[in-house]
């Protein structure tokens, strides 16, 4: 599963590393050079996009998403972690909701990003498969939990 993880982050970031580089070519192109790259802000937004809903898993892990953990820290140690387990398994249905709704939305879209000249299903397509990773990863994480290796930031 390491291997799986570390690959996961290593395209992560050499997403931001294409997009650094999309942009600082584009900067060159267009002040030195005089001659703007039309695509380069649309390729660097759609990697942007990847970016962030393929990033939602890593930040699951590392447990940097909000929250509000004002009144949880306040409970039993047996009620926090039912109220835990709630959480997460919303965490998991409302994931599963939005990979149908932006699956469907995806497939919908008929527009064309003109600067490439290719279909806007390739960034729309970031968002079922983005929430489908984070729910499995969500499930996994859950089922280390019921068998006592908990992983991420349920380990801590």
């Not at 932006?102 to 729309?124: F, G, H, K, N």
Request: proline share 3%; net charge positive.
């Amino acid at each position: 599963m390491h291997i799986l993880a570390a690959a996961y982050r290593a395209l992560l970031i050499a997403l931001v590393a294409l997009i650094v580089a999309i942009v600082a070519i584009a900067v060159v192109f267009r002040y030195v050079l005089n001659t703007p790259l039309i695509f380069s802000f649309d390729l660097a937004t759609i990697l942007f996009v990847w970016l962030v809903f393929l990033g939602l898993t890593p930040a699951a892990h590392e447990g940097s998403h909000m929250a509000v953990d004002l009144f949880t820290a306040l409970l039993p140690a047996g009620l926090a972690r039912a109220l835990a387990l709630v959480v997460r398994l919303l965490m998991i249905a409302i994931a599963l909701f939005l990979v149908r709704y932006s699956w469907d939305l995806a497939m919908r879209t008929r527009m064309e990003i003109a600067s490439m000249r290719i279909s806007m299903i390739w960034v729309y397509m970031a968002m079922p498969v983005g929430f489908a990773i984070f729910a499995a990863y969500e499930a996994w994480s859950l089922a280390c939990s019921a068998m006592g290796r908990p992983i991420g930031r349920h380990a801590r």
